[in-house]
C-alpha cells in the first residue's frame, strides 16, 4: 500500500474496502438497534415474566395449588376381590382411573393414561403390573412407578379412603415436577 493511499483511508472516496462497507449504515438505525437497547429490551421482558408468574408462586406457597377434589365412591370393596381391577373416572369425566384390588390385598388408585402418549393402562394380573399395551410400557403396581418400557414419569396417585365397605376417591397426587 502506498503512503498517498494510507492518507486517504478515511476519506469517503477512498477505495479501501473496509471503508466502503461502512457506507450502508444508517446512524438513525444504529441509534434504534445496539446492544443497549437488546439489554433493555431483554430485562424488560424478564421483568414482566416475572411478575406474570407471582399470582401461581403466592398459590404454590400458600398451599392452594390443586384444588379440592370431591369425594367420589368408585366401588364396594366386596364386589373387586382380589387381583380384579375397576375403572373409574376422577376428578372429572374426563380423566380415567383404575382401583386395583392387588394379588397382595392391598388397594391402590392410578389415573389410567399412560404418561408416556396417553394410552390406557391395565392391570396385568399374572405379572402384577400394570401394563401399557400400546408401547410396552410397565409400571410398578405398588408406586405407579414405571418398570420398563419408554414412559419415564410415574402415573398420578388417586388417594382413596375405604369406609363401610365401600371406597371412594378423595384426591389426587401428581408427584412428579
Known sequence: ?????KLGRNQKDTEDDMINLVDNLNREDDLKYNRRAFLKTAVGTS???SVATIPFTVRAMLGIAEEDHERVEIAKLADLPEGESVTFYYPTEKDPALLIHTVN???KA???ACTHLMCPVFYEKT???LLCPCHAGYFD???G???AGPPQRELPLIEI???NGIVYAVGRQYRHG
Open 1 to 5: 500500500m502506498t503512503d498517498k493511499k
Open 161 to 163: 379412603e375405604v369406609d
Open 47 to 49: 421483568v414482566a415474566l
Open 145 to 147: 412407578q414405571p418398570k
Open 127 to 129: 405379572q402384577d403390573v
Open 110 to 112: 392410578y389415573n389410567s
Open 141 to 143: 403396581v405398588n408406586n
Open 105 to 107: 390385598g392391598d388397594l
